[in-house]
Nanobody, 124 residues
Framework: QVQLVESGGGSVQAGGSLRLSCTAS?????MGWFRQAPGKAREGVAG????????FYADSVKGRFTISQDNAKTTVYLQMSRLKPEDTAMYYC????????????????????WGQGTQVTVSS
């Protein structure tokens, strides 16, 4: 497995921006961001293949969130803009240490390493 360390959560007003970061202990096939609000299932937000940089987004965040990686492909960022109260959740970084198809890129089952989570709260 891979150790993941997240940072960047916090509180912001609706319409604001936040940037999340997650650093992995080594290179992985892909990394992603998931979120879980109280009483709801964990959902995929964005994912990226380390080789090639293909990205994936949930429909609810397309055009507002951007996922990217550093040159070493061990740090993944999630730039969140035009935040809405419904974006409030615990955000988790995840990494996949073996290749998974694109159909799994936003599914928790496609990832085998998880960070501890960072809280994002958006107030109206």
């Amino acid at each position: 497995q891979v150790q993941l360390v997240e940072s960047g959560g916090g509180s912001v007003q609706a319409g604001g921006s936040l940037r999340l970061s997650c650093t992995a202990s080594r290179y992985t096939y892909g990394m992603g961001w998931f979120r879980q609000a109280p009483g709801k299932a964990r959902e995929g937000v964005a994912g990226i293949y380390s080789g090639g940089g293909r990205t994936f987004y949930a429909d609810s965040v397309k055009g507002r969130f951007t996922i990217s990686q550093d040159n070493a492909k061990t740090t993944v960022y999630l730039q969140m803009s035009r935040l809405k109260p419904e974006d409030t959740a615990m955000y988790y970084c995840a990494a996949e240490t073996s290749w998974v198809p694109a159909s799994q890129a936003l599914k928790p089952a496609g990832y085998d390493s998880w960070g501890q989570g960072t809280q994002v709260t958006v107030s109206s």
